[in-house]
């Protein structure tokens, strides 16, 4: 793909401030549009060193309002960002609808310096790259623009603006070692680059390949594209309609499974037993407590359930005697104001706890395909491509390391009905039913449906769901505890045949 570019191309001095005060002009007018759409930007910027880069944002942001967007240097992953799955970071800076993102450098420096400098093993390539496409896919279809440029120079170019930066001691301190890297394996460069070109320019994220030889050009260049990638999007957004709602599916048809319907509610404990089960359990979560933390193992616990299901008893049982400090509960209620300027999924990737500790989720990310589909918060389109969104994400979590236990907690109707009456007489329990519950209940078979096709289509082999039988919360709590301990050792075992 480089190989097509003219490096000769430029453009004299008067014909580029000429252009370039009609594009900042533009791009003025267009920051706005943005803003009053609730239209988020994406802007990548990549390229060899010394391409111009920083000083095409400086050019760029000149005209702006700087309270409608961010810079973001992309550096080496610091200690605590080197913890999580290389795309937290980004998922962190990611510009909330209405404002512009500018990433001088970006996700893609996993694929181009890191693979240079050896950093990155050739076989995970593949499944970055991979994860890259998904992630700029998802923000796309959430309604962001997403621009991305590589600026390219002749060899003979970067050594020479290597070496005129070298000599100046205003921007001595910004030339690397890398960046020597860069020129003497140019080739090296050149093939890395082709390969992440044609791997990640896709329809809803398509590289723009700048001519950078003559900076006036690659500036023009990079502008024109960014106007009309900001235009083609707010002309998209102004004309996108919300897609008609299909009737809903109060029952399965009959090629689904109905996993809840297998599930053996009769199950339980006598007290006796369970207390000694219990304690064992509790014990050997313990235990496993350090060693999730020595072999630096994330952990990462979902609670789902009826209303009334005993979500809430079986945490607490779980976090009982485990140390404090490595460990967090997050409950997960209705998005905020915040939140909402955002892809439903960053609230999530914000809270995933560091290698070596244990993260728990009460209620979570599934709220895409289950209230927010029944209640109608999120449209039919939005909540049938979460489900690939979602086995997306969690396959990010587990090629990073992290151990990933879904829990359904299920309980019939009558159970829950008596939990409800149950707790209505209880003034110590009584603020746990609300109106909300009953008119849930209600909603019975429409969850019902929402809940087997959940499970049905997020459910795989490195995330599994576990449907817990919790008519007997005794049954329920200890069957919970002693599921993540068989996660969390077969995840011991797994690292400890690869280091054999």
């Known amino acids: 793909m480089l190989e097509v570019l003219d490096l000769d191309r430029s453009l004299d001095k008067d014909t580029y401030k000429q252009e370039l005060e009609a594009l900042m002009q533009q791009l003025r007018s267009l920051q706005q549009a943005c803003w009053e759409s609730q239209l988020p930007v994406i802007i990548v910027l990549e390229g060899w060193a010394a391409a111009g880069k920083g000083a095409l944002v400086k050019k760029m942001v000149n005209y702006m309002d700087p309270r409608g967007f961010s810079v973001y240097t ?35 420096t996993h694929v181009l310096e890191d693979r240079l400098l050896a950093q990155v093993s050739p076989e995970r390539v593949p499944q970055i790259m991979a994860q890259i496409n998904a992630f700029e896919r998802q923000l796309y279809e959430d309604g962001a623009a997403i621009a991305k440029f590589h600026i390219h120079l002749s060899r003979k170019e970067l050594k020479k603006r290597l070496k005129t930066a070298a000599k100046d001691e205003l921007t ?12 003497k394996r140019y080739d090296e460069y050149v093939q890395l680059t082709e390969e992440m070109l044609v791997q990640t320019s896709t329809g809803v994220a398509p590289w723009t390949l700048v001519e950078g030889d003559c900076e006036h050009w690659a500036r023009v260049k990079v502008l024109s594209q960014l106007v009309a990638v900001i235009t083609e999007a707010l002309d998209r957004r102004a004309t996108l309609q919300t897609p008609p ?10 090629t689904e499974p109905n996993t809840l319907a297998a599930v053996d509610l009769s199950l339980q404990l006598q007290r006796d037993e369970y207390k000694e089960r219990l304690r064992a359990a509790q014990l050997e979560l313990r235990r496993l407590q350090l060693q999730i933390y020595q072999h630096q193992i994330p952990v990462v616990l979902v609670f789902e359930g009826w209303d009334a ?18 460990y967090k509960v997050n409950p ?26 244990i993260g728990i989720c009460d209620r979570s990310w599934y709220g895409r395909v289950l209230v927010e589909r029944v209640e109608g918060f999120a449209n039919d389109i939005e909540w049938r491509r979460a489900y690939r969104e979602i086995n997306e994400f969690e396959a990010q979590l587990t090629t990073s390391g992290y151990v990933v236990l879904k829990f359904w907690l299920h309980i019939d109707p009558n159970e829950q009905l008596r939990r409800f009456e149950q707790r209505d007489d209880d003034p110590f329990k009584q603020y746990k039913l609300t109106e909300e519950d009953w008119r849930n209940r209600d909603r019975w078979p429409l969850y019902n449906v929402a809940v087997n096709q959940m499970i049905t289509r997020t459910s795989t082999p490195t995330a599994p769901w576990v449907v817990v039988p919790g008519n007997d919360k005794y049954y329920a709590r200890v069957f919970v505890i002693e599921t993540v301990i068989q996660g969390i050792c077969s995840e011991l075992k797994r690292r400890e045949k690869l280091q054999n």
């Open 332 to 357: 997960y209620a209705a998005p905020t104001e915040e939140e909402n300027r955002y892809h439903y999924l960053w609230r999530f990737w914000r809270t995933l706890p560091p290698a070596g500790k």
């Open 245 to 254: 709602a299909s009737p809903p599916q109060t029952e399965l048809l009959p």
């Open 172 to 183: 001595a301190w910004r030339v690397r070692p890398e960046d020597w890297q860069q020129h």
């Open 309 to 326: 299901a005993g979500k809430g008893g079986a945490i607490k049982r779980l976090t009982d005697i485990l140390d404090p400090r490595s």
């Open 74 to 108: 992309t550096l080496p992953p610091t200690e605590t960002e080197a913890q999580y799955p290389f795309l937290w970071r980004f998922w962190q800076q990611l510009p909330p609808k209405g404002a512009i993102g500018i990433f001088y450098h970006s996700w893609y």
